[in-house]
């Protein structure tokens, strides 16, 4: 299996668990201000907020094909613990593949129809 560059997958930030990214002390403060607005508490522990089937800090790149983190710098440990071509990573893929090239569609078909609403 050929695995693309992150930047064009995006795959492991998608899911439509809002328990899916754990998010620890050390990541919100490391997160600082963004962490506001991109995490939720479920009872005591935090997890990235899950919006449209994604990880909130995701943002799509309809025209380019390509998905690129809001927060790279400052994403979760557990984020930088996944090494693209690595068995999560692979894992990820084999389960989820589609998920991204549907959202960019979504965002594609989106981007049309508001064209042709103002042009």
């Known amino acids: 299996m050929v695995v ?8 492991c930030c998608f899911s439509s668990l809002p328990e899916y990214i754990r998010v620890f002390g050390c990541d919100h403060d490391r997160m ?3 962490a506001r607005e991109l995490t ?6 935090c997890y990235m907020r899950i919006e449209d089937g994604r990880c909130a800090a995701l943002t799509l790149d309809a025209e380019r094909g390509r998905f690129l983190c809001s ?3 400052v994403r979760p440990d557990c984020c930088r613990a996944l090494e693209r071509g690595s068995g999560a990573c692979l894992g990820e893929l084999h389960e989820k593949r589609e998920r991204p090239l549907i959202a ?3 965002l594609r078909r989106a981007a049309a129809q508001r064209s042709d609403r103002d042009g």
């Open 4 to 11: 693309p560059e992150c930047t064009a997958c995006g795959t």
């Open 32 to 34: 600082d201000d963004r």
């Open 40 to 45: 939720h508490f479920v009872g005591n522990r």
């Open 71 to 73: 927060i790279y710098e």
């Open 104 to 106: 960019l569609d979504r």
